[in-house]
C-alpha cells in the first residue's frame, strides 16, 4: 500500500530501520552479536542498568505483578505511584505532580487540557514532536516562534487574547543540545501573565544542582504559574513521564487529561525503578560530576577535528554535516569500526547531522576512541 512512499523514503537516503540490541543498555551494547561503544543513549546516568535501581524493579515485580490492569481512576495505581508522585514534585521543587504513561503522552495529553478554545499557545520552532502534537489536538490557537527568539516571541505574545497564554518550550532541544533561554521566557511569561510550560525531558537527572532541572540550572524557583513536564525514560533510566505543578493544575489534569484518563497505569516495577532512580541521584553527588567531566572531555577532544557542534551546551553533542549523505557515511565509517552512533535526518532536524550523547559511564579511552575514529572519517 505504501510502496511507492517507501520507495521515495528510500531513493532519498530516508529510510529509517530498527536496529535491536541483545544486550542492556550501556557503554556498550551487543547488536547482531556484534559489541559497539555506544554514543546514542538518554541514559545520561547509566541508572537503566544500576543495581539498586533494577533491584528496587524486580522486588516489586514479585510483589505486584506485570502489568497495572487499568487506569488510575480505576484500580491500576499503587501506593507507589503516589509515592513517586510525592518524590518527583518534591524533587522538582513544585506543589504535586501526576504521573503519565511516557514523556510523549504527558504532552499529548496535558497541554490539549490546559490550553482551550480562546487560548494562544506560543510554541518554540524547534519543540518536541510530542509538544507539536499536543498543540494540534488542542483548541488553542497555536502561534510558533523562531527558535529561541525573544523577541519574535514578545512580538506574538503582545497579540490580544480572550483567555490564557502559554508558552511551551523543551528546555534543552533534543536534536541540538541547546538550552532554552529560560531567564527572559519567565520575564515574559510574567509581563504579560502567560503560563510557561517547560519540557525539561532532557534536563531532569542532568542540569542543575543535583539534576533538578532547568529552573535549577537558572537558580529560578519554580512560580506558581510554570509547569514543569519530564520523563523517568532519559536520566533517571525508567519509563513513563510526569507532570509536575501547582495542586490545581495537578488535580485539573486528573480530571481533564485523555492520556491520564483513557490510559493504563504504569506497571509497578517501573514505578518503582523510578523512585529508586531519583533517590540515586539525591544522594550519589559523583553521578553528575562524572557526566559532565566526560562532556567537556568529548567536546575538549573533538573541538580539533574541525566539526560544527550548533550551540550545544549540554551531553548531547551533534556534529552537524553538509548533507545526508555525509550523515550517513560517517555515521556507517562509526558503525563499521565498533562504535555506534546514528545519523539524524530530515523530517526529525532540518540540518542532518550525527548526534551524539555522552554518559557518566563513558571512560576517557572510549572518548578518545570515537575522536581518533572521526578523524579518520572526515
Ligand atoms: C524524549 C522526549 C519526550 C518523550 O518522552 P518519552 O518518555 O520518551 O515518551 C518528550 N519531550 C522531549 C523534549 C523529549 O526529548
Same mark, same amino acid.
Given at each position: 500500500?505504501?510502496?511507492?512512499?517507501?520507495?521515495? $523514503?528510500?531513493?532519498?537516503?530516508? +529510510?529509517?530501520?530498527?536496529?535491536?540490541?541483545?544486550?542492556?543498555?550501556?557503554?556498550?551494547?551487543?547488536?547482531?552479536?556484534? *559489541?559497539?561503544?555506544?554514543?546514542?543513549?538518554?541514559?545520561?546516568?547509566?541508572?537503566?542498568?544500576?543495581?539498586?535501581?533494577?533491584?528496587?524493579?524486580?522486588?516489586? +515485580?514479585?510483589?505486584?505483578?506485570?502489568?497495572?490492569?487499568?487506569?488510575?481512576?480505576?484500580?491500576?495505581?499503587?501506593?507507589?505511584?503516589?509515592?513517586?508522585?510525592?518524590?518527583?514534585?518534591?524533587?522538582?521543587?513544585?506543589?504535586?505532580?501526576?504521573?503519565?504513561?511516557?514523556?510523549?503522552?504527558?504532552?499529548?495529553?496535558?497541554?490539549?487540557?490546559?490550553? *482551550?478554545?480562546?487560548?494562544?499557545?506560543?510554541?518554540?520552532?524547534?519543540?518536541?514532536?510530542?509538544?507539536?502534537?499536543?498543540?494540534?489536538?488542542?483548541?488553542?490557537?497555536?502561534?510558533?516562534?523562531?527558535?529561541?527568539?525573544?523577541?519574535?516571541?514578545?512580538?506574538?505574545?503582545?497579540?490580544?487574547?480572550?483567555?490564557?497564554?502559554?508558552?511551551?518550550?523543551?528546555?534543552?532541544?533534543?536534536?541540538?543540545?541547546?538550552?532554552?533561554?529560560?531567564?527572559? $521566557? $519567565?520575564?515574559?511569561?510574567?509581563?504579560?501573565?502567560?503560563? $510557561?510550560?517547560?519540557?525539561?525531558?532532557?534536563?531532569?537527572?542532568?542540569?542543575?544542582?543535583?539534576?533538578?532541572?532547568?529552573?535549577?540550572?537558572?537558580?529560578?524557583?519554580?512560580?506558581?504559574?510554570?509547569?514543569?513536564?519530564?520523563?523517568?525514560?532519559?536520566?533517571?533510566?525508567?519509563?513513563?513521564?510526569?507532570?509536575?505543578?501547582?495542586?490545581?493544575?495537578?488535580?485539573?489534569?486528573?480530571?481533564?487529561?485523555?492520556?491520564?484518563?483513557?490510559?493504563?497505569?504504569?506497571?509497578?516495577?517501573?514505578?518503582?525503578?523510578?523512585?529508586?532512580?531519583?533517590?540515586?541521584?539525591?544522594?550519589?553527588?559523583?553521578?553528575?560530576?562524572?557526566?559532565?567531566?566526560?562532556?567537556?572531555?568529548?567536546?575538549?577532544?573533538?573541538?580539533?577535528?574541525?566539526?560544527?557542534?550548533?550551540?550545544?551546551?549540554?551531553?548531547?553533542?551533534?556534529?552537524?554535516?553538509?548533507?545526508?549523505?555525509?550523515?550517513?557515511?560517517?555515521?556507517?565509517?562509526?558503525?563499521?569500526?565498533?562504535?555506534?552512533?546514528?545519523?539524524?535526518?530530515?523530517?526529525?532536524?532540518?540540518?542532518?547531522?550525527?548526534?551524539?550523547?555522552?554518559?557518566?559511564?563513558?571512560?576517557?579511552?572510549?572518548?578518545?576512541?570515537?575522536?581518533? *575514529?572521526?578523524?579518520?572519517?572526515?
Amino acid at each position: 500500500m505504501f510502496e511507492d512512499k517507501l520507495q521515495e $523514503l528510500n531513493d532519498s537516503s530516508l +529510510l529509517r530501520v530498527v536496529r535491536d540490541r541483545q544486550s542492556p543498555q550501556g557503554r556498550e551494547i551487543r547488536i547482531e552479536g556484534k *559489541t559497539y561503544l555506544n554514543f546514542s543513549s538518554n541514559d545520561y546516568l547509566g541508572l537503566s542498568a544500576h543495581p539498586y535501581v533494577t533491584a528496587a524493579a524486580s522486588e516489586t +515485580l514479585s510483589a505486584f505483578g506485570t502489568g497495572a490492569g487499568a487506569s488510575r481512576l480505576l484500580s491500576g495505581g499503587t501506593v507507589l505511584h503516589g509515592a513517586l508522585e510525592r518524590r518527583i514534585a518534591a524533587f522538582k521543587g513544585a506543589e504535586a505532580a501526576l504521573l503519565f504513561g511516557s514523556g510523549f503522552s504527558a504532552n499529548a495529553g496535558a497541554i490539549p487540557a490546559l490550553a *482551550t478554545e480562546g487560548d494562544i499557545i506560543l510554541s518554540d520552532e524547534r519543540n518536541h514532536a510530542s509538544i507539536v502534537d499536543g498543540c494540534r489536538l488542542s483548541k488553542a490557537k497555536t502561534l510558533v516562534y523562531n527558535h529561541r527568539d525573544s523577541n519574535h516571541l514578545e512580538s506574538l505574545i503582545s497579540s490580544p487574547a480572550r483567555g490564557r497564554k502559554i508558552v511551551i518550550t523543551d528546555s534543552v532541544f533534543s536534536m541540538d543540545g541547546s538550552i532554552a533561554r529560560i531567564p527572559e $521566557l $519567565l520575564e515574559l511569561c510574567a509581563k504579560y501573565g502567560a503560563v $510557561l510550560y517547560i519540557d525539561d525531558a532532557h534536563a531532569t537527572g542532568v542540569l542543575g544542582g543535583g539534576g533538578k532541572g532547568v529552573l535549577s540550572h537558572f537558580g529560578s524557583a519554580p512560580a506558581h504559574w510554570v509547569i514543569q513536564m519530564g520523563t523517568f525514560s532519559k536520566a533517571l533510566g525508567s519509563y513513563g513521564g510526569f507532570i509536575a505543578a501547582n495542586g490545581d493544575v495537578v488535580q485539573w489534569l486528573k480530571n481533564s487529561a485523555k492520556t491520564f484518563m483513557f490510559s493504563t497505569a504504569l506497571p509497578a516495577s517501573v514505578v518503582a525503578a523510578s523512585i529508586a532512580a531519583v533517590k540515586v541521584v539525591e544522594e550519589d553527588k559523583g553521578l553528575l560530576g562524572r557526566l559532565w567531566e566526560n562532556r567537556r572531555l568529548l567536546m575538549d577532544t573533538i573541538n580539533g577535528l574541525g566539526f560544527d557542534t550548533g550551540d550545544t551546551e549540554t551531553p548531547i553533542v551533534p556534529l552537524i554535516l553538509r548533507d545526508v549523505e555525509e550523515a550517513i557515511r560517517i555515521s556507517g565509517h562509526l558503525f563499521g569500526r565498533g562504535i555506534y552512533a546514528p545519523a539524524i535526518r530530515p523530517p526529525t532536524v532540518r540540518r542532518p547531522r550525527i548526534r551524539l550523547t555522552v554518559t557518566a559511564n563513558h571512560m576517557a579511552e572510549d572518548i578518545e576512541r570515537l575522536a581518533q *575514529t572521526l578523524k579518520t572519517a572526515h
